[in-house]
């Protein structure tokens, strides 16, 4: 091992952890990890030494045990609307993308989670890239951070980061621990100091992950749906074979229930002629009706409508303005709320399902995929990436 692979890169770690490799490794007390936790967050400060209310013994020790990595930007890219784009540089094969939207009155983040993507939606460009592995936390974080310096984010003043989605390149849920460990920096107040209800994972539904998420952490639940039948589904989203809509529902309704106040965004991106219809509409309602009234709770389920964005080589098409209008109007009718998401940041091909950043290699797909199912369902099977 090299002496900087045996460092200790602290943006791998959350308040407990750095709690604790102060306490166990540093003989330190718990206040100085927060120190350091402060600089790193809020003034964006790696290097030991600038971190001026730390003793020199300390900063010394530091120096030898630790370092703060953080991701390299290779560029970044404004858009005409305000959209900002990085590709993020990970470890000089791969790089990855992360998006920045302004709006009135806030300013989200959408972070990616992998690099690449296994779950081969077909309507998604990430899926194109292949999947090569999980991010680590400090590479979740560090997109945050990267921003979030950028943007000359102060917590507590006036901020301009004040959301983050994970809707970036990758299945969050498939990447559980380091995902749940940066949405924890994400929203100390120590790190970033988001609300809860201001750090959204989005999941095209793995199901008993759905389920230790409910039980690990408290941030919003958006889900990617697409299709309300099970056929159409399988088709869009090939997890569905694996965990079938009543499944993901069913899931779903647990996540309510165990997160009182709580309410679920299913995403639902609108392709030309494939799920835009009316009977798409109406089947969407019902699915949502009843999830609202199995629950007894108004307002339980948003439904988000995201107008496709095409990328190269792609067989979908966005559904025209008549159709999108139509859609919504039909849910709103049956008492669904239900918004259209305004595409932003296309001009640089920041709008969703439009990241690739850069995937060194491709073929690991199924075979990663197929572990890490099994990893999470306990070895039955991994067929649902066709
Ligand atoms: N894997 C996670 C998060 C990444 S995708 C998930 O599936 O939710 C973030 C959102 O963008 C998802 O709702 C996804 O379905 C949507 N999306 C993917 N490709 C798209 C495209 N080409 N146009 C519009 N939305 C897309």
Same mark, same amino acid.
């Given at each position: 091992?090299?002496?900087?692979?045996?460092?200790?890169?602290?943006?791998?770690?959350?308040?407990?952890?750095?709690?604790?490799?102060?306490?166990?490794?540093?003989?330190?007390?718990?206040?100085?990890?927060?120190?350091?936790?402060?600089?790193?967050?809020?003034?964006?400060?790696?290097?030991?030494?600038?971190?001026?209310?730390?003793?020199?013994?300390?900063?010394?020790?530091?120096?030898?045990?630790?370092? /703060?990595?953080?991701? =390299? /930007?290779?560029?970044?890219?404004?858009?005409?609307?305000?959209?900002?784009?990085?590709?993020?540089?990970?470890?000089?094969?791969?790089?990855?993308?992360?998006?920045?939207?302004?709006?009135?009155?806030?300013?989200?983040?959408?972070?990616?989670?992998?690099?690449?993507?296994?779950?081969?939606?077909?309507?998604?460009?990430?899926?194109? =890239?292949?999947?090569?592995?999980?991010?680590?936390?400090?590479?979740?974080?560090? =997109?945050?951070? /990267?921003?979030?310096?950028?943007?000359?984010?102060?917590?507590?003043?006036?901020?301009?980061?004040?959301?983050?989605?994970? +809707?970036?390149?990758?299945?969050?849920?498939?990447?559980?621990?380091?995902?749940?460990?940066?949405?924890? /920096?994400?929203?100390?107040?120590?790190?970033?100091?988001?609300?809860?209800?201001?750090?959204?994972?989005?999941?095209?539904?793995?199901?008993?992950?759905?389920?230790?998420?409910?039980?690990?952490?408290?941030?919003?639940?958006?889900?990617?749906?697409?299709?309300?039948?099970?056929?159409?589904?399988?088709?869009?989203?090939?997890?569905?074979?694996?965990?079938?809509?009543?499944?993901?529902?069913?899931?779903?309704?647990?996540?309510?229930?165990?997160?009182?106040?709580?309410?679920?965004?299913?995403?639902?991106?609108?392709?030309?002629?494939?799920?835009? =219809?009316?009977?798409?509409?109406?089947?969407?309602?019902?699915? +949502?009706?009843?999830?609202?009234?199995?629950?007894?709770?108004?307002?339980?389920?948003?439904?988000?409508?995201?107008?496709?964005?095409?990328?190269?080589?792609?067989?979908?098409?966005?559904?025209?303005?008549?159709?999108?209008?139509?859609?919504?109007?039909?849910?709103?009718?049956?008492?669904?709320?239900?918004?259209?998401?305004?595409?932003?940041?296309?001009?640089?091909?920041?709008?969703?399902?439009?990241?690739?950043?850069?995937?060194?290699?491709?073929?690991?797909?199924?075979?990663?995929?197929?572990?890490?199912?099994?990893?999470?369902?306990?070895?039955?099977?991994?067929?649902?990436?066709?």
């Amino acid at each position: 091992m090299t002496e900087s692979t045996a460092k200790q890169n602290l943006l791998d770690l959350d308040r407990e952890g750095l709690e604790r490799f102060f306490a166990d490794e540093l003989g330190e007390k718990r206040f100085r990890a927060h120190q350091v936790m402060k600089w790193i967050h809020h003034r964006h400060v790696t290097d030991f030494d600038e971190m001026t209310d730390l003793g020199k013994p300390l900063r010394a020790k530091l120096l030898e045990r630790a370092e /703060v990595i953080v991701p =390299q /930007v290779h560029f970044d890219k404004p858009s005409t609307d305000g959209t900002h784009k990085w590709l993020l540089g990970m470890d000089g094969k791969n790089a990855i993308e992360t998006v920045y939207i302004p709006d009135k009155g806030r300013g989200t983040l959408c972070v990616s989670s992998q690099v690449g993507c296994a779950l081969n939606c077909q309507f998604c460009s990430t899926a194109t =890239q292949g999947f090569n592995r999980n991010l680590s936390t400090a590479e979740i974080i560090g =997109q945050v951070w /990267v921003a979030a310096k950028h943007l000359g984010n102060i917590p507590h003043k006036q901020r301009r980061l004040t959301n983050v989605v994970m +809707m970036g390149m990758g299945e969050p849920l498939m990447n559980f621990d380091n995902v749940v460990r940066a949405m924890s /920096v994400m929203r100390d107040d120590l790190g970033y100091g988001l609300a809860n209800k201001r750090v959204t994972l989005s999941t095209a539904g793995m199901v008993p992950m759905i389920d230790r998420l409910s039980e690990e952490s408290d941030v919003s639940l958006a889900v990617s749906l697409h299709a309300a039948n099970d056929e159409l589904r399988t088709e869009l989203v090939p997890l569905n074979k694996k965990y079938p809509i009543a499944e993901l529902m069913a899931a779903c309704e647990r996540y309510v229930r165990r997160k009182p106040r709580s309410s679920i965004t299913f995403e639902y991106t609108l392709m030309k002629d494939v799920n835009d =219809q009316p009977v798409h509409a109406r089947q969407l309602a019902r699915l +949502m009706r009843q999830f609202g009234n199995a629950l007894q709770v108004k307002d339980a389920a948003k439904v988000n409508l995201i107008p496709f964005n095409p990328f190269p080589g792609t067989r979908f098409q966005r559904s025209g303005e008549d159709e999108i209008r139509a859609f919504q109007k039909l849910l709103l009718d049956a008492q669904v709320l239900t918004m259209v998401r305004r595409t932003r940041g296309d001009d640089i091909d920041a709008a969703c399902g439009q990241l690739k950043g850069q995937v060194a290699d491709r073929t690991r797909r199924q075979a990663e995929f197929r572990k890490h199912l099994e990893q999470i369902t306990g070895g039955e099977g991994g067929d649902a990436a066709a």
